[in-house]
């Protein structure tokens, strides 16, 4: 079907940066909605920020004026560029997309989640 793969996770310190990429594979015929989202260790699984195929952007409150996401329609990729990092950005962060693909012959439509990638802020 569609797999999503992460990278770019690692130990950053706090006021670093980190950039997390999301690339799509699979008999996709379109991206829509692409987002990230994050679960710190005892929490639950929270939205970060979200792109729409054409470029309309949301972001939580946490996330706004530190991090931007960007999406290359191209090359079925979702980047999250994460700067000036706390220690409460720690989490394993996880691609989401929303894909319209080809299986068994007919087109589907639902949502894909990635494997996660760990993020750790810390001195």
């Known amino acids: 079907q569609v797999q999503l793969v992460e990278s770019g996770g690692g130990l950053v310190q706090p006021g670093g940066s980190l950039r997390l990429s999301c690339a799509a594979s699979?008999?996709?015929?379109?991206?829509?909605?692409m987002g990230w989202y994050r679960q710190a260790p005892g929490k639950e699984r929270e939205l970060v920020a979200t792109?729409?195929?054409?470029?309309?952007?949301n972001y939580a409150d946490s996330a706004q004026g530190r991090f931007t996401i960007l999406a290359n329609n191209a090359k079925k990729t979702v980047y999250l560029q994460m700067n000036s990092l706390k220690p409460e950005d720690t989490a394993v962060y996880y691609c989401?997309?929303?894909?319209?693909?080809?299986?068994?012959?007919?087109?589907?439509?639902?949502?894909?989640w990635g494997q996660g990638t760990q993020v750790t802020v810390s001195a």
């Open positions: 989401n997309a929303d894909v319209s693909y080809f299986y068994s012959g007919s087109r589907r439509r639902r949502t894909f």
């Open positions: 792109v729409t195929s054409d470029g309309s952007t």
């Open positions: 699979g008999s996709i015929v379109s991206m829509n909605t």
